[in-house]
């Protein structure tokens, strides 16, 4: 944590108390704000407070969002547009190879991928979207100092690596089950929508999926055997209104049209967020020149693919990006079109 | 055909030749009269116009209800409350066996199960509700003088000897591809609801289910792997608003209720219908029973099993085909209560 995002904590120190200890009403041991700061000094590691430019914009929008979060990795994934991958502990073969193979696809379409690190459907999420060399946000049960579960150290490195890992529980939070359906609403709240892989019947997937759905954001589930007990609660889900789908392609035209829709909500709401666009130079270069290849007049991907030499999965990517930014706005049967800028002109 | 159903017809031939031949506007040849009057004297063969009794009230709602029906084996099963089973000529092995344990299932809960005595999900429907000794009904998309599908010969004598085989096509007519979706409106029109087990994109059987929706009848879909492209076809149905069923008795529940909304109007539309609860002295006796049993406070079917000494299945359907004859009431929950018949007193 840098000393410019240290100082709005320390300042608030009132409320962060709470966040950096269990109870709100007992003031912590010093020793407790000691070994915080201490985390908080170790690169990499960073608390976003609920008034931070970089704190994450669709997580804010939640009537019950953290106060603050700690985040080992790059704070600023967590409001890149994120699609939520959850499931079961013990997924079958096949669950893990949809987890896997979504998470990949989606990744590559510019989609970070957000999962609760947990065995299972989590990790392979997290799996496929690092081997596509993509984003992916973990969020954690535990204090992010804590080591859990035990045997994703290495996952846990790779990803803080790739993206960031997340908590709202104060360091030293041992793994609590009452934390867990808490830790839920984050994964959806930081989300797009959530896709449900395998889940059974009174699983705590389903309860990530509900709050998806409370919070306004699609809920996603993958259909199945009809003998595989791991698809009731999918199955579930789509016969209440989650939307069942076959591939990824299904998720990404839903939240390219849903991510058009939050764009102006979100600028309204944060508009001095980070510009997930203006990452880095190299970075900036690349839109500037899909933006000059894109005119006021509707082209499609395959056109822009053209007009710039780049692959169609980063031009679709990017226009993903832009279009969550409020540069360019999709048009019926997949063209897009540059934005006019009102308020810039 | 007997000489008391033969009667209306000859009485009506200026329509009934219509129905006999494939030419509305030309006369048919006498031999080709004289052919389907021999095919009408033989056992078990009818011929059953619009206007008679034992026409299918479910079929005639249709505003193109077939103007008569051949008939093999007994006319009034086409009056029992039926779900049809459609799927492709060539499913999975799974898929064959969804169709034939559904259609024994639900044939167990006293509907009989329509199909079009295709190959593949069609046969293991009539099968599968043949096995359960329950009523089949097999749909044609020929004369019901022609062997079509060749091989299905002894299936449909079976068909014929525990529930019915049905056409509007007149005798001779051969398999024409045209007249399959015709006769699909057929299979959805007999039925409260049409099951998809296993279709493809853009196949007969997503044809009769946008038949029976368009007819306003329930669609139900069997889910399944997402790598199977034989559930395409299901997966497209249930995004479209069918419902996704896991088990007949997801089925079952649904064309209960279905069953008791429709009872009134099928009533007052066809008042003298054949009651399918006075088949039988032996049958009627068991209905005895179970009205006394069910008084007119709401009582469920496990306190009607313990109060008739029946299996729970067959006071499951003997209660659906008393709802659908308006003579006992389904309340929330999954309770039962006798109807006060005012009418009668």
Redesign the interface.
């Known amino acids: 944590m840098h000393a410019g995002t240290l100082r709005p904590l320390l300042e608030r120190l009132g409320s962060a108390e709470s966040v950096l200890t269990h109870s709100a009403a007992a003031r912590p041991p010093d020793a407790t704000i000691e070994a915080a700061l201490r985390w908080l000094e170790r690169p990499g590691h960073h608390f976003v407070p609920l008034d931070a430019a970089v704190y994450p914009p669709l997580l804010a929008q939640l009537t019950d969002a953290p106060v603050g979060l700690f985040v080992r990795g790059d704070p600023s994934a967590l409001s890149l547009p994120q699609l939520a991958i959850v499931g079961s502990r013990n997924p079958t073969a096949?669950g893990r190879d949809?987890a896997a193979s979504f998470a990949s696809h989606l990744a590559r379409c510019g989609l970070a991928i957000t999962s609760g690190l947990a065995i299972g459907i989590d990790a392979a999420a997290h799996r496929g979207a690092l081997g596509a060399e993509g984003i992916t946000v973990a969020v954690c049960g535990t204090g992010l100092d804590i080591d859990y579960p035990p045997a994703h150290g290495g996952l846990a490195a790779a990803i803080a690596a790739r993206g960031a890992l997340v908590s709202e529980f104060p360091l030293g939070t041992p793994p609590l089950q009452m934390n867990f359906p808490r830790r839920n609403r984050i994964i959806s709240g930081l989300s797009l929508g959530t896709l449900v892989v395998e889940a059974a019947l009174r699983s705590g997937s389903l309860i990530t999926a509900r709050l998806a759905a409370d919070q306004g954001r699609e809920v996603f589930a993958?259909?199945?055997?009809?003998h595989n007990p791991l698809?009731?609660g999918c199955?579930q889900l789509?016969?209440q209104g989650a939307?069942?789908v076959?591939?990824g392609d299904d998720i990404f035209a839903e939240l390219r049209a849903l991510a058009g829709a939050l764009a102006p909500a979100l600028q309204a709401a944060v508009p001095g967020r980070q510009n997930p666009a203006s990452a880095g130079p190299a970075l900036d270069k690349a839109y500037e020149i899909l933006l000059d290849a894109l005119g006021f007049e509707p082209a499609s991907v395959d056109v822009l693919v053209e007009r710039t030499g780049f692959a169609a999965d980063e031009v679709a990517s990017m226009l993903l990006i832009l279009e969550l930014d409020g540069k360019v706005e999709s048009r019926p049967g997949g063209s897009y079109v540059r934005r006019v800028l009102k308020a810039a002109k």
């Open positions: 096949g949809h993958i259909p199945g055997s009809i698809t009731r199955h789509i016969r939307k069942l076959e591939t």
